[in-house]
């Protein structure tokens, strides 16, 4: 079997193709969470607050300076307003992600636990036991 061949079974499993759907759902899904934190969520809790714009929230440890050779010397920030955003996009996928799964369990028809297979060993005793009631 040729390279090509080979990879083309590969690629044409169900599983690889459902992983590839999910993988380019998730990333629009991730987008529109995205855009609902920044722009319709996080405004409102900003305001709220005091007219704060989380995306900006952040620690100088260095302001900006200007070198020698008259060139900008960045400042160095922990920007944690992003890391709030960021924060609260993954918990609402994290919690959308429950409730599909959620609802996945619920239609999934629930399967029957298959009755355990007896050991040998009890088997054959059971066979002794009846030997001897006879």
Not at 14 to 41: C, E, M, P, R, Y
């Amino acid at each position: 079997m040729g390279m090509l061949s080979e990879f083309k079974t590969f690629a044409m499993r169900g599983n690889v193709v459902d992983l590839a759907v999910g993988v380019v759902i998730g990333a629009a899904f991730g987008k529109i969470v995205t855009s609902l934190v920044d722009k319709i969520i996080m405004p409102p809790i900003g305001l709220l607050i005091g007219g704060i714009d989380f995306s900006r929230l952040a620690w100088v440890l260095k302001p900006a300076t200007i070198g020698a050779d008259g060139k900008e010397i960045p400042a160095v920030v922990i920007g944690y307003g992003d890391f709030l955003n960021t924060l609260v996009q993954f918990i609402i996928v994290a919690f959308a992600i429950f409730l599909v799964v959620k609802a996945i369990n619920r239609l999934a028809p629930k399967k029957e636990a298959a009755p355990a297979a007896t050991p040998e060993d009890v088997l054959l005793l059971r066979e002794i036991r009846d030997s001897l009631k006879r």
